[in-house]
């Protein structure tokens, strides 16, 4: 196994934060950490070097996208995933697990597996646990996840119950199957917003002792509040000396909200996607930037910002890079995204370092739950 | 009237060409140039950043683009064209004739101007030598061109000598319209590949005494040979001391044979739209970066080439990005066929300097025009 080092440098007196450094194959990661999503291989028009620039210094990848597109023979004889990605930090890859269950079209689901057709070319794939975890392996991503069965929201309760045996079950046989020494292993606990099952889950897999363990199955439709409470019961569940993963998740105020819980990690694609919609994060609430309001606006998206965005052109010109559909209004938009985050992430260790988290996030939940906590999702 | 400054460095011994110096009001342009295109305030998914890692130092924005959105008023009101553009450096607009010729449904032309319906939404618009340079004045570029009529290829005798007519005249109405001290105005010498014609406007052209002197309605069908004895035979009757400047020109051959000829600059829109489909320049010719012979192939698109796109990703990594339509894929070729071009130009510049330019070009001619001149231009 490769070497775990999560080093808690501060907790917060009042809140479940914490400030750590989770050790990796490709280098340190500061946490709470803010992924950015490239999952094909690419951050949707962002190159590694304008990455780096926003501040990431971990990134994520899809195992179900390459496994489909190029598939794993090709990442290996290209070097490999870092190599591919042009990317010589830190990369976590998911198991494809909530992708089989999110895009694909299912064709066999039973306590072994899974058989789904591609979303691509409708070709039959069969995935469990070991499978899942040896392309991981070759992948060769330096934090990898179970293979884990993700449940709708809502969910019957039977449905649900299947859903985290089978994933306990699983993480079992993704631990057996490990093979690659320079990756952790990270658990997931499923459950939906059952308090009762994700205690379950959460039991059964530190019983298990992963590198770190993960929250799945949120952020799918049961809004901000059964999300921080599901979030907050079971973090509280996890190893303290772990580091907690918050998958999928989110916007500003859930993040802010599952980093006083007690959550270290977080990816989403809000910053990218709804970057190439036009749709600008500020400290002061959402900009569309496509607006007829912003054509002659010779202000940056945000005042004080300086991603390159910001400190090189106005709103009037994103504006009108969109209204012309320039690829440089998505790039630049999802530029300053991907900046904000990891500003606000930056803010949100600081805040837990100088003893000062709790009453900032407090403050900072009440202006960003009133921008609307889904509305980001929605576009 | 700006201070034109035009140093000539050294002249090629056995051809025309030339090494120089253009200072505008933004800076020095070291010719022979290449200018990528900007058509519409953006180099299509490059950041002027990334553009300058290239070794860009001049670009060029299409006014006729510019015009019709987002208008002169709020290019005006953003700042103008280099706030827009995000760009210190030297920028040239075109006068929209060609676009006026080429993309717009022409509903009225005289011996005055030209009435068109714009291409976005049908609004008719009127264009002249006068408004065609008052516009050009207010978005401010460094360097603004004459109001001309383009002619197809190829083209009755009739029209070709009414549109060169038209092109004498406008451009002394574009001279005397002329109110921006900080803009060289160049004229543009038409005529189609009629080296009658060509010496008639070359000549009334330069009684008008320009700031620089461009060769238009090339590169429209004409092919290589018919274009080359045409600048060839137009560069010849321009003055000596003033920059001479190929319209949309070219290919890799047909730049190398145009700087043979005495030709200072050029645009071109290849690198960057044959790079969105993914179609890379390189010394042994072409590669279309889709193709599956590719997949695994863990080379650069060129071996040795120092751009961000050679120097980080393999060709199999790019092939994957096409497969897959990850914006990054037509970003990293449109970089890398930037990037060629711009060594080229230095290549170009060097052996110029050298004394060595003529033996050079011949040999690159004779490579290049075996890869195909026009391939490029079909894509």
């Known amino acids: 196994m490769a070497d775990l080092k999560f080093s808690l440098l501060n907790k917060d007196k009042n809140s479940g934060a914490r400030r750590a450094v989770l050790t990796t194959a490709h280098g340190d990661v500061d946490t709470p950490v803010f992924m950015p999503v490239g999952t094909a291989g690419a951050v949707k028009g962002i190159t590694p070097q304008q990455l780096k620039d926003t501040g ?6 899809n195992t179900y996208h390459l496994l489909l597109r190029p598939g794993v023979d090709v990442v290996e004889n290209l070097g490999g995933l870092h190599k591919l990605m042009a990317w010589n930090g830190p990369i976590l890859t998911d198991s494809g697990g909530y992708q089989v269950f999110s895009l694909s079209s299912l064709t066999k689901i039973d306590d072994d597996g899974v058989e789904f057709a591609s979303h691509v070319d409708g070709k039959k794939i069969y995935l469990n646990a070991k499978i899942a975890t040896q392309i991981q392996n070759r992948l060769g991503a330096d934090i990898i996840m179970c293979f ?12 649900l119950k299947q859903a985290v045996e089978r994933t306990i079950c699983w993480a079992e046989q993704c631990k057996q199957a490990h093979a690659n020494q320079n990756q952790l292993l990270f658990g997931i606990v499923q459950g939906g917003i059952d308090l009762q099952m994700r205690t379950h889950c959460a039991s059964e897999l530190v019983k298990l002792d ?3 363990y993960a929250i799945g199955g949120l952020s799918v439709g049961e809004g901000h509040e059964n999300m921080i ?5 079971t973090a509280e569940l996890l190893p303290e000396n772990k580091p907690r993963y918050l998958m999928g998740v989110g916007t500003p105020a859930d993040i802010i909200a599952a980093v006083k819980a007690g959550v270290d990690m977080f990816d989403c694609v809000l910053p990218t996607r709804n970057g ?58 999802s530029l300053h995204n991907l900046s904000f985050y990891q500003r606000l992430m930056a803010e949100i260790r600081q805040k837990i370092q100088e003893n000062g988290f709790d009453a900032w996030a407090d403050q900072q939940l009440k202006k960003y739950i009133t921008f609307g906590t889904n509305s980001a999702n929605s576009l």
Chains 1, 2 share one sequence.
């Open 276 to 333: 190439r919609n036009s749709f600008a994060f500020t400290e002061n609430g959402p900009v569309r930037m496509r607006n007829s309001i912003h054509i002659n606006d010779n202000n940056p998206i945000e005042a004080g910002c300086q991603c390159y965005c910001c400190k090189n052109f106005s709103r009037g010109t994103i504006r009108h890079f969109f209204n012309v559909s320039e690829m440089l209004g998505p790039i630049l938009v």
């Open 229 to 233: 409470k599901t979030v907050s019961h």
């Open 148 to 159: 884990d069965q993700c449940t709708p929201f809502p969910c019957e309760d039977s449905q």
């Open 56 to 61: 990431a210094n971990i990134i994520l990848a």
């Open 210 to 212: 992963f590198d770190g």
